[in-house]
């Protein structure tokens, strides 16, 4: 019975004690009672615990990423000078998007069996793209509605670039992700137009952006703070935003190499990054 009860936590790590106290009943054994499941299943090692929720990535965009890692393992503040850095991200004007649960041993936070795939913008009140480099942060630019590859085009031409020329001059280098409509043919244009070098950046890869811990950062400045609308909620993330040190972008960029080297180390599984 120890040992079917361990075999269907192992094959999934969500089931609940519930579904294992199914799973392992049959007509010639006794029934174990969930507190009899949750007490072997401790004594195995196998705690309750939050899961760590990262992105499924696939073997493909697993070899790409070590790849770029490697690439990019040597690089310091003077590779990454005049990159800016940018991703849109969603804050929830009331409350969290739930909290799930999961088994694992003590230790095992970061390995892939016991993570929780998760899909971009489950939903929220207000999104916003921003961006920063090594010399300033940048603007932060709410999104209404749908942001489609026009909605990006104009936020590159008419937010970004001119904050990139007075800050950075005429040479910098932009970074993005490959959401499809930041690499859509029309944003594509955009940026031969304009002569913009982007960054060659490997899919699936949050983990190797500093702007994912700018969006903490911002988070933690606004924990305490409460919002009674989107307008409202928009103007506290602006001004926070606004007043990051430039020893928090230091810090980030500085951890370049670290990042980079988790990769290497994870065979190209997301890391704690």
Not at 17 to 32: A, F, G, H, L, Y
Not at 227 to 241: C, G, P
Request: contains cysteine.
């Amino acid at each position: 019975m120890d040992r079917n009860i361990l075999r269907a936590c192992r094959e999934d790590p969500r089931h609940t004690s519930t579904d294992i106290q199914v799973s392992v009943t049959s007509p010639n054994e006794p029934v174990p009672s969930r507190k009899t499941i949750r007490r072997r299943l401790q004594v195995a090692g196998l705690h309750g615990r939050r899961p760590l929720k990262k992105p499924f990535v696939s073997l493909k965009n697993r070899k790409a990423r070590v790849e770029w890692a490697k690439q990019h393992l040597s690089w310091g503040p003077r590779e990454w000078a005049n990159h800016i850095w940018s991703d849109e991200l969603k804050f929830n004007l009331f409350g969290t998007d739930g909290i799930q649960w999961i088994r694992r041993p003590i230790g095992s936070r970061y390995a892939p069996q016991y993570q929780c795939p998760t899909v971009k913008h489950g939903g929220g009140s207000v999104m916003v793209w921003g961006c920063f480099s090594d010399t300033s942060m940048g603007p932060l630019k709410r999104i209404v509605g749908t942001m489609d590859r026009y909605v990006f085009e104009d936020i590159l031409e008419n937010t970004m670039r001119p904050w990139a020329k007075a800050n950075l001059g005429r040479s910098w280098v932009f970074q993005q992700d490959n959401d499809p409509k930041y690499t859509s043919g029309h944003v594509a244009n955009w940026f031969r137009r304009r002569r913009v070098d982007v960054l060659e950046w490997p899919s699936q890869s949050p983990d190797l952006n500093p702007i994912e811990h700018m969006w903490e950062e911002l988070e933690r400045r606004l924990k305490e703070v409460r919002a009674s609308n989107a307008n409202q909620k928009f103007a506290q993330l602006e001004a926070a935003w606004k007043s990051i040190p430039m020893t928090v972008v230091q810090t980030l960029l500085d951890s370049m190499p670290r990042r980079c080297q988790a990769v290497i180390d994870a065979k190209g599984y997301p890391t704690k990054y």
